[in-house]
């Protein structure tokens, strides 16, 4: 099917005679960038009020069709937020929903968009954060992010440390074109999901919104809601790598999480530092889970024991590789061995399926519930 084909396919239905009813329609209609099949008296057979996602009937046309076939996804549309009336005369026709204008623009506007885009269930949102600096954070979340794409999902990777030094640079994918965050710093409102994911980068079969190299402007919270928003919109897998400062704009991601992962060395000082990150991101965050990074030395504590010391449940035990030696930020990495998305890409060359992490990071989704999605991949 192609691009337009399907658009068509996905256009809601108008009826109405009301022509100012129908002018607020069509705009918000074209706000959400559908165009929509407009009709003015009761449907004759089968057609558009059968097929079409969703019917928005106005006020003026409710009488008119008290005989249609039943269906789901009617919205009864009207002006005057005094006439008790209207609900009657939803009730005639079936409606799930009864919205005034100009108060519910917003909603329908969302609802056309959501019809449009064929929205189903969200993006299960998973983020990443350091328990202290150098955790490893940032490597396990490109780790997991490629392992869910290698598996079939469409998958979404989001960079939301301007600090961190870019996620694109990880995965060795720094020149490719695609939009970054200072692109969508004026972002308010609904960002269509789609337009969103054609835009950015695509690197190893995900999706990538990472930093560019210019100076790091502050993308605000309200553009950082709108953005993660949509990205979730396309279903499939998001994961977040996440600062370890809980500022406004990172409220914004924790608030659409649906677990977070708080990856701590297990060493004492280590748990010490990750007690007041937990604490922050526990206040805002309601299912928090330990990953435990790979350590060495004496003093290394089990992953049950830093789970016990934070007070939150255990996700896993991040396996050492043993085939490079330890070292600052890369000895759990490991080396790959040449093959793989990541193979030979810096810092990711570890994130091949084949290596301990890579397998790690595949059995975490397969424990996951990650719907099966239309078009899996980026």
Known sequence: MTGEAWRARRAPLIVTEDVELLDDLLRLCAAAG???????????????????????????????LRG??????????????????????AVGIGADHVLMLPDGEQWLMDRIADVAEGAGRPALT????????????????????????????RTLLVDADPLGGGLDVLLGGEAV???????????????????????LPRLHDLRLLSWD??????????AVRAVLAAGRRRGGVVVVDLPRRVDAAAVEVLAQLDLGLLVVPPELRAVAAARRVAGAVGMVLRDLRVLTAPASGAGTLDGDEVARLLGLPLAGEVPVDGRVPAGPGRGWLGTGSGAG??????????????????????????????????????
Not at 368 to 373: D, L
């Open 34 to 64: 559908v165009r929509p099949e407009v009709g003015h008296g009761a449907p004759g057979g089968r057609g558009g009020w059968e097929s079409a996602p969703l019917v928005l009937v106005g006020d003026d046309a409710a009488v008119r």
């Open 68 to 89: 249609a076939p039943r269906r789901r996804g009617v919205v009864l549309v009207g002006r005057d937020q005094d006439d008790s009336g209207v609900w009657e005369r």
């Open 126 to 153: 998973v983020g990443l954060i350091g328990g202290r600096g150098g955790a490893g954070a940032s490597t396990l979340a490109c780790a997991l992010a490629v392992a869910a794409a290698r598996a079939g999902h």
């Open 177 to 199: 074109e695609g939009l970054r965050w200072p692109a969508f710093a004026q972002s308010r409102g609904r960002v269509g999901s789609t337009a969103l994911e054609e835009s």
């Open 213 to 222: 190299r210019g100076e790091s402007a502050p993308v605000p919270p309200e």
């Open 341 to 378: 998305p990541c193979a030979g890409v810096g810092a990711g060359a570890g994130l091949g399926a084949g290596g301990p992490l890579g397998r790690f990071c595949t059995a975490f989704w397969e424990r996951m519930p990650v719907g099966v999605e239309e078009g899996g991949g980026a």
